[in-house]
């Protein structure tokens, strides 16, 4: 297998010209990867540690919550789990769009659309960061790649519409211009209402 992407939780491997293996990595490679990402960490042990545990945990939450609902594959890269390995459709990561997609506008709708739509399954993924969490498939729809970073609790997502997260994300911050920051936050205001997640919140579970 050849390896193409690492993440926080998992890394990545080709094993066909359309599918992907996800295998969760060793805390050590984790450890790594977040003194990487926050080198405030280096004097902050203690903090490293109850990060670490908090992300796995996360993990395992994620996952458990994701099996338990029969969230169609086609939103999820056709999504298939072995306790925590996932097998996967290659996806196109939104960041490799980025910042000169031409059809910025509809992209953001769709990607919102999905989010509405995932909503219906009782599911939100939390720190909304399009660039690295969100692919399009072969298809040019806009799908949820990553599955390590899920909430289950509409009080918890009320509480994200509240502060409007997805402003705050890395995403928004780092991979758009000022610009596509305005139209974006838009389209988010238009479609994560809280009355739409009111109304709509695990509808499809009781199917």
């Known amino acids: 297998m050849k390896k193409i992407d690492s ?13 992907v293996l996800k295998i969760p990595r060793p805390n050590f490679a984790m450890i790594r990867t977040m003194l990487i990402w926050w080198p405030k960490y280096y004097f902050r042990p203690f903090k490293l ?35 925590k390995v996932i097998r996967q459709d290659k ?3 939104l960041k490799d769009l980025m910042p000169d997609y031409g059809n910025f506008k509809n992209l953001f709708q769709d ?6 739509e995932l909503w219906k399954y009782g599911v939100q993924e939390i720190t909304f960061n399009f660039a690295v969490n969100y692919g399009i498939n072969k298809k040019g729809k806009v799908v949820l790649m990553d599955l390590g970073e899920l909430a289950f609790d509409k009080e918890e997502v009320a509480k994200y519409l509240s ?9 928004f911050r780092h991979n758009l211009n000022k610009k596509q920051k305005i139209i974006y936050s838009k389209i988010m205001e238009k479609n994560l209402t809280l009355k739409k997640l ?10």
């Open 7 to 19: 993440g926080l939780q998992y890394d990545v491997y080709e094993i066909s010209r359309n599918r």
């Open 163 to 171: 502060y409007k997260k997805w402003e705050r994300c890395y995403s």
């Open 49 to 83: 540690i109850k990060e670490l545990r908090r992300y796995n945990l996360l993990l395992n939450d994620s996952i458990r919550g994701f099996k338990k609902r029969k969230i169609p594959r086609s939103l999820t890269g056709n999504s298939i789990l072995n306790g």
């Open 111 to 116: 990607y919102a659309k999905l989010i509405v």
């Open 198 to 207: 009111n109304s709509i919140w695990g509808s499809k579970l009781k199917d």
């Open 91 to 93: 996806l196109i990561p």
